[in-house]
């Protein structure tokens, strides 16, 4: 090897040291977030001859389907944040606090969680259409809206169809505003749901 070659291949191997301590910045961990609204309704005894409800799984559109937290930008595309997630699926999370409001109401007697046992005369069935941190308004604000319908068993007769829709003001313009903004959309969701 000549020393013209040497110096080449140190010259590089210093560069290449170089450009390995320079290199991209660290990339923290993912950040998973709970939906845990910021009330729920208050407690109620049931009527002696209410019924009992059963809670059918929560389903949700496809783009909700996984863990991505979604946000909209300025040219109402749809998108997810890069490093911050659910850290369940929506839906799972909806279907427990549903279950709590539910509960909570007094118009049943009690409320089957989704997967439970037991015999009710009522199904409620949902779809979550959307939760996602809006930012083609200022301030920001979280949008989520569930899709219910009540459904009287045995017979399958469906005894109501209702869109339940809440928005709800970011604090931040950042995933932390997001989530909170996504809780208080929740609590008001559950408030209808209950009502």
């Known amino acids: 090897m000549t020393r013209t070659a040497c ?4 010259v590089t191997l210093l560069l290449l040291a170089g450009c390995a301590r320079i290199g991209p910045a660290k990339v923290g961990p993912l950040r998973g977030h709970l939906l845990e609204p910021v009330a729920l309704p208050a407690a109620v005894a049931p009527a002696p001859a209410a019924p009992l409800l059963r ?5 949700a ?9 979604l946000y909209r930008n300025a040219g109402a595309e749809v998108a997810a944040y ?10 799972e999370q909806v279907a427990r606090w549903a279950v709590a409001a539910l509960e909570r109401a007094g118009g049943v007697a009690g409320v089957i969680a989704p997967g439970g046992r037991g015999v009710a005369t009522l199904r409620l069935e949902s779809e979550l259409l959307a939760l996602h941190h809006d930012h083609t308004v200022a301030p920001s604000r979280a949008v989520l809206e569930l899709r219910v319908q009540l459904i009287a068993q045995p ?21 932390d505003g997001g989530v909170a903004a996504a809780n208080r ?10 009502a």
């Not at 559109?61 to 937290?69: I, N, W, Y």
Request: negative net charge; glycine residues 4%.
């Open 7 to 10: 110096w080449t291949l140190v």
């Open 55 to 59: 809670l059918a799984t929560v389903r």
């Open 61 to 69: 559109v496809q783009e909700l389907d996984g863990t991505q937290m």
């Open 82 to 91: 890069a490093r911050n997630v659910w850290a369940a699926p929506p839906a």
């Open 155 to 175: 017979g399958q007769r469906v005894l109501t169809t209702r869109r339940l829709r809440a928005v709800a003001e970011a604090p931040s313009d950042d995933p």
């Open 185 to 194: 959309a929740l609590a008001e969701v559950l408030a209808e749901l209950a």
